[in-house]
């Protein structure tokens, strides 16, 4: 079944990265869907335009932003009871804001700020929001991955990367844990009719446009006019996790194009995902 043909009125979606690129895009394909549509966004100004525009193409009034920096753990607990507050149910949680840090930084919290938003930030919302998923299953969580996680290497020993920080290599390892993350939480929840997947959207011509990250962020310009998909061409996979009764039920899975594919050998080393997930829960305790 085409997703355009899915109605998802009556389920309310949160999105993180909202303002801009394949989040922006996942927004307004839901909200034409007729979701509730809940955007995240570190800036006021681009949350109200963001809202206005994807209100007034998709004719959808149900669409509001949230203001949070998901590198903040303190922001990203205000979030979360605020959508509680507001909001009695959550049917689709997608974890996409991302970004790639030229020098290493850190966020408010003293880590790695890669590593602190890309993974961290996913890691903590999903386990705040993780009573009220269960309450309104079956739902369905989503965190937008990519295929650079393949060359991820992830140090448990130097997670804070002082030494050896290149800009590349803090984002494969984020985009390594997104997945083990995925993994190790779709065990954890196997019984409770949440599904938790990851994805990968292909090369899209968004700002962090992954090339933006490499060797080649120069020619990032005229890769994305060679090679790049379009935001909402990014976002179908997204929607097709969020949407489609083909995936009812799938959990514990890493789709590209809409179709499950193995991920990177290590992201099934159920050792590595569960030291993953323990550290996490040790750096937002
Ligand atoms: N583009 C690609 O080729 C590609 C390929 C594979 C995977 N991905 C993944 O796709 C996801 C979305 O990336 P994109 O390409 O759409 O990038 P983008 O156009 O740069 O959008 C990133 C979004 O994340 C938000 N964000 C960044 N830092 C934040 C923070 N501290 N707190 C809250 N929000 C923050 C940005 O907000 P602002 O608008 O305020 O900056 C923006 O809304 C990322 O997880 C990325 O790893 C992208």
């Not at 989040?23 to 006021?44: C, D, K, P």
């Not at 004719?59 to 590198?71: P, Q, R, W």
């Not at 700020?113 to 929001?129: D, I, S, V």
């Not at 393949?150 to 020993?157: M, P, Q, T, V």
Request: net charge positive; glycine share 10%.
């Amino acid at each position: 079944m085409n997703t355009k043909e899915q109605n998802m009125k009556g389920k309310v979606c949160l999105v993180t990265g909202a303002t801009a690129g394949i989040g922006q895009a996942t927004v307004m394909l839901l909200a034409e869907r007729g979701a509730t549509v809940i955007g995240v966004g570190r800036n006021s100004a681009k949350n109200e335009y963001s809202t206005k525009i994807i209100q007034e193409k998709t004719g959808n009034s149900a669409v509001e932003y949230m203001l949070a920096d998901l590198s903040s753990q303190k922001e990203i607990r205000a979030l979360a009871q605020g959508f509680q507050d507001k909001y009695d149910r959550l049917d689709v949680l997608v974890n996409n804001a991302g970004a790639t840090f030229g020098e290493r930084l850190e966020s408010v919290d003293g880590i790695e700020m890669t590593f602190a938003l890309n993974h961290l930030g996913y890691f903590l919302l999903t386990n705040l929001l993780a009573d009220i998923l269960v309450t309104s299953r079956p739902s369905r969580v989503i965190n937008v991955s990519s295929s650079l996680h393949r060359l991820g290497k992830l140090d448990f020993d130097n997670i804070p990367f002082k030494e050896g920080y290149a800009r590349s290599k803090a984002y494969q390892r984020s985009k390594l844990a997104n997945i083990g993350f995925t993994y190790e939480m779709a065990r954890r929840f196997s019984n409770n009719d949440v599904t938790i997947n990851a994805m990968n959207p292909g090369l899209v011509a968004t700002n962090v446009g992954e090339v933006a990250g490499g060797v080649v962020a120069k020619m990032k310009g005229v890769v994305d006019k060679i090679a790049g998909l379009t935001p909402e061409e990014g976002a179908q996979t997204i929607i097709y996790l969020a949407a489609s009764p083909d995936v009812a039920g799938v959990t514990g899975r890493y789709f590209v194009k809409e179709k499950s594919v193995p991920s990177a050998k290590t992201t099934y080393d159920l050792g590595f995902c569960r030291q993953l997930w323990n550290l996490s829960e040790s750096l937002v305790a």
